[in-house]
């Protein structure tokens, strides 16, 4: 696996080595010892979370409260998305950055977001499923979350507006600067 630090450097793309012959490939997808090696610290991941999602589907912009934060690899088992992460952590001199990485399943690279980010993607193929390794459990009622269509943020979702699917708990979501971001960036959040 080759890891690569993207423009905030919290941000790791993962990049695998695929071993290919006439029968397919192999490669590995999570190797613990050589991640936690190049993120820095431990992260343990306990679930993993899979979505099938069509064309057009747009999911986030989302992030849990401090104590129930999660870090999170995102990877596609089928089809391709672009998927989107926002520095949420005050006092970061990335503070409302938008990364966003094309993740597929013919590349397979995945990306890793800590906690303290909000996280999204929009499906780019006829449709997708994603696989995401968290480290915390769910807790209900403990999600934040931020508009798809924040101004601020301006992010291309690579979806023409019209046919955009969003479910009705993200169309009814705040703006970015009407949301108070519970991330310290001079806290360890991990």
Same mark, same amino acid.
């Given at each position: 696996?080759?890891?690569?630090? @993207?423009?905030? /450097?919290?941000?790791? &793309? ?8 006439? #029968? ?34 747009? #999911? ?12 999170? @690899? ?7 998305? @672009? ?19 094309? &993740? ?10 800590? #906690?303290?980010? @909000? ?27 931020? #508009? ?33 971001? /519970? ?8």
């Amino acid at each position: 696996m080759n890891y690569k630090r @993207l423009e905030i /450097p919290e941000l790791i &793309l993962c990049e695998p080595k695929l071993h290919e012959d006439n #029968r397919g490939f192999v490669f590995e997808s999570f190797k613990k010892k050589s991640f936690n090696l190049f993120v820095g610290f431990e992260v343990d991941f306990c679930q993993d979370n899979i979505s099938y999602s069509k064309y057009g589907v747009i #999911r986030g912009l989302h992030t849990n409260t401090l104590d129930f934060a999660q870090s999170k @690899l995102v990877s596609v088992l089928q089809g391709k998305i @672009l998927d989107v992460a926002v520095d949420f952590r005050v006092g970061s001199p990335s503070f409302g950055k938008v990364i966003c990485v094309e &993740l597929d399943s013919v590349e397979n690279k995945q990306l890793f977001i800590p #906690r303290g980010f @909000l996280h999204g993607f929009s499906v780019l193929s006829q449709d997708a499923i994603v696989n995401i390794k968290i480290d915390r459990y769910f807790a209900a009622g403990e999600s934040i979350g931020v #508009r798809y269509d924040d101004e601020y943020l301006n992010i291309d979702w690579k979806i023409p507006k019209e046919l955009q699917i969003l479910s009705n708990v993200d169309k009814k979501l705040l703006n970015f600067n009407d949301i108070s971001s /519970p991330f310290d960036y001079n806290s360890q959040l991990y």
